[in-house]
C-alpha cells in the first residue's frame, strides 16, 4: 500500500501515478496527482537530508 503524498490517504499502487526524484508516488485521485505535478517539491521532504547551504 502506498501513501499519497498530498491528501495522506492509503492508495493502491498502479493506478494514478508519478515518479519524481526516482521515486513512484501514487494518488487517491486525478487532483491529487495534479497537485502534486505543480509542485511536488512541496509533497515530498527528504527528512534527514537536509543539504547544506554552501555550494
Ligand atoms: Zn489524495
Do not use: H, L, N
Amino acid at each position: 500500500m502506498a501513501k499519497d503524498p498530498v491528501c495522506g490517504m492509503g492508495v493502491k499502487e498502479g493506478q494514478i501515478c508519478s515518479t519524481y526524484e526516482d521515486k513512484k508516488y501514487c494518488f487517491c485521485s486525478k487532483t491529487c496527482k495534479e497537485s502534486f505535478d505543480k509542485d511536488p517539491a512541496k509533497y515530498v521532504k527528504s527528512e534527514g537530508k537536509k543539504k547544506s547551504g554552501c555550494c
